[in-house]
């Protein structure tokens, strides 16, 4: 493996290090004070706007998505410094260059599923960023961590699907601009495979049937530029058949293709959410005084520092090498992998940014600035994308297998 970046990389790289000096630092507080000007908080703030013209203007779209016909082009490893670097504004930056979740995971979903219909209709204005879009799989009634306790029903009536369920935490559906939801239940709930009872449907907002109950909060955080996360009701919603993702009883693999990248791209950004914890603390130490010297000068702050900066280098390339491996030998030869970095980054990011917090003492819970909001999207992924004892029983299996 080589550690270096190869030219487009660098070139990439160093014009999205511009892009955020010059744009989405200086927006971050931009933003925050549109946002209390706006009739409804889930509208989308001017200056979001005026940043994904500049980032289209640049070329820095569609960055993630590895097929050069809808985006990009580049690999997990080209990609991996650039999510690192977007991660440092996890509010704006990837929302503003069209490589924000949940959009990016339905692009790809519909990228490998989709028919042709489905690509024209709802992948073409996602890669535009015309729209918005929502995943939903969760549901509050099961434990979701085994994909197979889904309840939702998918029933064919007809030429027609009929879905009821209850669904919540899911993602972009609070967002005025998010159209379409690509709904995981069950179609065969009595099959002897439960791997093959579920399918996919997309189901338009509009649908008569579907109801955005209500905004879910995380740690009192509603996450407004990622469109929320709703609990949504549908209630005998009816599609066509032709809504239909890939082929009835693909819904588990589907969902296993889609959740891959998506787990590096979240370990990706939390890097570089760290790498903006560390910075923080640094500014902070040296600008602070407590008993007769500055923070800079007490060992505990150097301890916190040191060992922040020796994680994150770690972690940095053990994504790294997933990354690789997923491009050489595909998402399945990298499972254990991907596993490994979903279980490590975000208890370890925790970590650094507790710290962080920490060293700002009652600043760092605040909204002045970033790190309670870090922290908050942090925990959440230490159980979204499967929660780490799922990862880590899996993982251990695995390991096992070769003694037994």
Known sequence: MDFAYDA?????????????????????????????????????????????AEARRQGLWNLFLPDSEYGAGLTNLQYAPLAEIMGRSPQLAPTVTNCAAPDTGNMEVLTQFGDEQQQKQWLEPLLAGEIRSAFAMTEPDVASSDATNITTHIERDGDEYVITGRKWYISG??????????VMGKTDPDGEDIRRQQSMVLVPRDTPGVTIKRAMQVFGY?????????????????????????EEGGGFAIAQARLGPGRIHHCMRLIGMAERAIELMCRRAVSRNAFGKSLAQQGVVHNWIADARVTVEQLRLLVLKTAWLMDTVGNRGAHTEIQSIKIATPRAVVDILDRAIQLHGAGGVSQDFPLAELYAGARTL???????????????RRELKRYL
């Open 8 to 52: 487009r990389t660098e070139e990439l790289r160093a014009k999205l290090l511009a892009f955020m000096d010059e744009y989405v630092y200086p927006a971050e507080e931009v933003a925050h004070q549109q946002r209390e000007r706006l009739a409804s908080p889930w509208e989308t703030v001017p200056v979001v706007e005026e940043l994904k």
């Open 173 to 182: 559906a609070m967002h005025p601009d998010c159209k379409i939801h690509i």
């Open 222 to 246: 509603e996450d407004h530029y990622h469109g929320g996360h709703a609990e949504v009701i549908f209630d005998h919603a009816r599609v066509p058949v032709s809504n239909l993702v890939g």
């Open 382 to 396: 230490m159980i979204a994308d499967g929660p780490d004892e799922v990862h880590q029983r899996s993982l251990a």
